[in-house]
């Protein structure tokens, strides 16, 4: 069974602070990961994507891969109240369905 | 911009109705699929759809049946409500050309079953 594990948490961070959010996953042969945001009561957005080894910026969000020791994780920098959400992970299954393997998120909250 | 739309945000049922839930995306999306979110168990997949008339069976299909009759529309069909679907039910599109192939979700539909 192929899986994706968050904390759940909540994460609690202050206002202004660096929020880290990490994510393991368990197929060794998935190339394409993804970072959702979810508002209480609303649907996941898309945030941030990755599929190479390393970082990757967009604004105050970095994604970080690490494929050898199969983690993947978001940070967010200059924390804001309005970052208080859940953040979901995603692996795109590798049998070329377009299938995704969620996680089942971690909360995060920004205290001001 | 990408729409995923979802015919009601808030339903409520009666134990063994037959309930149809409604999706609609604009950016001609091959894939297309329904999950249910309830607390502490995450998104799981119900059913998703490839191509017209095409359907996969997700992790948690019983109870449920689908249609794509077009491309632009998925249909998720509760043959006989019961008072454990009552979940927020999420909708979602991606295309196969490039290479993320990111989904983008509707608004969901919060169900209740009485």
């Known amino acids: 069974q192929k899986e994706v594990e968050q904390n759940s948490g909540p994460l609690s961070v202050p206002e202004g602070a660096i929020a880290s959010l990490n994510c393991t996953y368990s197929d060794r042969g998935s190339q394409s990961f993804f970072w959702y945001r979810q508002y209480s009561g609303k649907s996941p957005e898309l945030i941030m994507f990755i599929y190479s080894n390393g970082d990757k910026e967009d604004g105050r969000f970095t994604a970080q891969l690490n494929k050898a020791s199969q983690y993947v994780s978001l940070l967010i920098r200059d924390s804001q109240p309005s970052d208080s959400a859940t953040y979901l992970c995603?692996?795109?299954?590798?049998?070329?369905?377009?299938?995704?393997?969620f996680g089942t998120g971690t909360r995060l909250k920004v205290l001001a | 911009d990408v729409k995923v739309t979802q015919s009601s945000r808030y339903l409520v049922k009666r134990t063994g109705e037959k309930v149809f839930l409604e999706c609609v995306q604009d950016?001609?999306?091959?894939?297309m699929f329904w999950y249910r979110q309830d607390p502490g168990l995450g998104l799981r997949l119900i059913y998703f759809s490839y191509d017209v008339k095409m359907k996969e069976k997700g992790d948690i299909p019983e109870g449920y049946s689908v249609s794509r009759e077009k491309k632009e529309r998925f249909s998720l069909i509760l043959e006989s409500a019961s008072t454990n679907q009552t979940s927020m039910y999420l909708c979602?599109?991606?295309?196969?050309?490039?290479?993320?192939?990111?989904?983008?979700f509707g608004p969901g539909t919060r169900l209740t079953v009485l």
């Open positions: 950016m001609d999306h091959e894939n």
């Open positions: 995603a692996v795109r299954e590798t049998s070329g369905t377009y299938k995704y393997i």
């Open positions: 979602a599109s991606s295309g196969v050309r490039g290479y993320y192939n990111e989904q983008f």
